[in-house]
């Protein structure tokens, strides 16, 4: 899609100023460098297909053809692919709604935004119930293998980063202490997808398990233990120090966040095919089921657009239909 040829000396200079635009708000580096592409792709159907070779001249159904010719369109990346997959046609349609803001904010140009949502799939994003998540939080009281009060409060400080506080894996890998603020209920996160921090609310629970963690679990991960095959481990370093969540080797927890979550939902029987990055999704559809608004679930989730939040509002509908059938 990037060698697509553009003619019209407009589109090219709108192509390359919104992606100026994107760098300068802060957006994550993918979608600087992504969002142009569809944005391409978008605009050379327009003036190839539609004969539209004016911004100004793009109508409502203008967009909606472009979305018509996503769905036939071929997948240039996979050989044996018939088709796009609905996770990418939504990725464009993100790209071009997120343009037309663009033109609403910088050029005065008000763009009807595209709308997916009659056909939109969201069946390759699972959730958890309420129930399920209750299950993870009573499998971190199983037995195991070493200190089983310990791991056990580390799994529930897991539990509620990734579901109570809707953070995504990276994230609550890069957790300091500092960055938790109990007197506040907040949460600072530093490294998001979007390298804009944000403050993200902590409910009692979540503050519970964590002082606990804390308090109690801890210290216990940066000590030596004579039964322990790390106790020649190397010293942590200065983050490792400072890193919240410890493995059992004194350091920075990262594919031990996997891990545990793959062992809880073995001892809960779960059999979904749900990754750590269904916390996030069940978190924000529960909350969206809950009532809150859209807005500020969006804001929780450090979404840099609603375009991203809006998925859930189809998850949330479907869920509350299995809810009441079961």
């Given at each position: 899609m990037k060698q697509l040829p553009l003619k019209t000396a407009q589109y090219r200079y709108l192509q390359e100023h919104f992606e100026h635009w994107l760098q300068t708000l802060g957006y994550a580096k993918t979608t600087v460098n992504s969002f142009p592409i569809h944005v391409r792709e978008y605009l050379h159907h327009l003036e190839n297909y539609q004969q539209v070779t004016?911004?100004?001249?793009?109508?409502?159904?203008?967009?909606?053809?472009?979305i018509e010719y996503l769905y036939q369109r071929k997948n240039y990346r996979n050989c044996y692919s018939t088709g796009l997959s609905q996770y990418s046609i939504n990725k464009n349609v993100v790209a071009i709604n997120t343009f037309h803001k663009?033109?609403?904010?910088?050029?005065?140009?008000?763009?009807?935004?595209?709308?997916?949502?009659?056909?939109?799939?969201?069946?390759?994003?699972?959730?958890l119930s309420v129930d399920e998540i209750k299950s993870l939080y009573e499998a971190t009281y199983y037995e195991?293998?070493?200190?089983?009060?310990?791991?056990?409060?580390?799994d529930?400080?897991?539990?509620?980063?990734?579901?109570?506080?809707?953070?995504?894996?990276?994230e609550a890998?890069?957790?300091?202490?500092?960055?938790?603020d109990f007197d506040?209920?907040?949460?600072?996160?530093?490294?998001?997808?979007?390298?804009?921090?944000?403050?993200v609310p902590m409910v009692d629970r979540t503050i519970k398990d964590i002082q606990t963690y804390l308090n109690e679990a801890r210290p216990w991960f940066t000590k030596s233990h004579k039964q322990r095959v790390y106790r020649d481990r190397p010293k942590s370093t200065g983050s490792d120090k400072e890193a919240l969540i410890l493995n059992q080797r004194g350091q920075r927890l990262s594919s031990g966040y996997y891990c545990r979550f793959r062992l809880l939902?073995?001892?809960?029987?779960?059999?979904?095919?749900?990754?750590?990055?269904?916390?996030?999704h069940s978190i924000a559809t529960h909350l969206l089921s809950a009532g809150?608004?859209?807005?500020s679930i969006s804001e929780f989730l450090g979404h840099a657009s609603l375009e991203s939040t809006q998925i859930y509002t189809h998850i949330a509908h479907n869920y509350e239909q299995l809810d009441h059938l079961a």
């Open positions: 004016q911004i100004t001249e793009v109508k409502r159904y203008h967009s909606q053809d472009y663009y033109l609403l904010e910088i050029r005065n140009l008000n763009l009807a935004p595209l709308s997916l949502r009659t056909r939109q799939g969201t069946s390759n994003i699972q959730i195991s293998r070493e200190n089983q009060q310990v791991l056990g409060q580390r529930r400080a897991i539990l509620s980063l990734l579901y109570g506080c809707g953070l995504r894996r990276k890998i890069m957790l300091d202490i500092q960055d938790v506040k209920g907040e949460l600072l996160i530093r490294n998001t997808k979007s390298k804009r921090e944000r403050l939902l073995k001892r809960a029987g779960i059999q979904k095919k749900v990754s750590l990055h269904s916390c996030r809150m608004e859209l807005e």
